[in-house]
């Protein structure tokens, strides 16, 4: 409790989200084990670890959320906040993957990575983010799935525009604000879709793959 407390030791007994201001109750962080504002959706945790000793994967979930979106000027920050994230962790395999990844970036401009991302993920049809069609072969499925994941980021208050529902970025975020039976049901959905995505940047010198193949380690149940 007090390790949650002293995310929001800015004031102890009225507690406002950053980024909306929304007041959050202190009691109910800690009963539901949420790490999210409820009003805007923002995530708020930043410790590696949870109060009950537990690593907080929900961070990594959503630091590695932060990089399948559309790259900005301070893309390459956001992996290393990733990568720090990642090393706090007991494996150093996804460590070494994100490592890989980051150290790829650096030789890239900004324009550089813009580009790589917008050939690779909306160039590419089997490198999509949008899973829908990857996870269910029919249409009925797949709309299914977009309107239920719909329903549930809304109702954690996550942004979904100017992506649809089923983006990888925001499958992550909805993970990281599930408990944790949930989180792994939608993890047990999703792990074949971004392996597909790996297997099919394999052998292309893509620099998204170790990124990619770090959520599919972080997603496979060990
Ligand atoms: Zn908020």
């Not at 800015?10 to 202190?26: A, Q, T, V, Y």
């Not at 084990?33 to 109060?51: E, F, P, Q, R, V």
């Amino acid at each position: 409790m007090r390790r949650v407390a002293r995310l929001f030791k800015s004031s102890r007994h009225s507690i406002h989200c950053p980024k909306c201001e929304g007041r959050i109750s202190p009691g109910a962080i800690y009963r539901t084990g949420a790490m999210y504002c409820d009003h805007c959706g923002a995530w708020l945790a930043t410790s590696h670890w949870l109060s009950d000793g537990s690593y907080n994967w929900g961070l990594v979930l959503e630091r590695l959320a932060d990089l399948l979106i559309e790259p900005t000027p301070e893309y390459t920050d956001r992996a290393q906040a990733c990568l720090t994230a990642i090393q706090s962790g007991h494996s150093n395999q996804p460590a070494t993957l994100m490592a890989g990844f980051s150290d790829r970036l650096k030789k890239l401009s900004f324009e550089q990575i813009q580009k790589v991302y917008r050939d690779t993920f909306e160039g590419t049809p089997s490198c999509s983010l949008s899973l829908s069609k990857s996870i269910y072969g029919f249409r009925g499925d797949q709309e299914n799935f977009v309107a239920r994941m719909s329903r549930e980021l809304e109702s954690k208050g996550v942004q979904i525009a100017p992506y649809s529902s089923d983006h990888l970025s925001l499958c992550l975020r909805a993970m990281s604000r599930r408990c944790a039976a949930l989180g792994e049901d939608l993890a047990f959905v999703v792990l074949p879709a971004v392996s597909k995505i790996v297997a099919a940047m394999r052998g292309t010198n893509n620099v998204f793959e170790d990124l990619l193949s770090t959520v599919e380690w972080v997603l496979t149940p060990r």
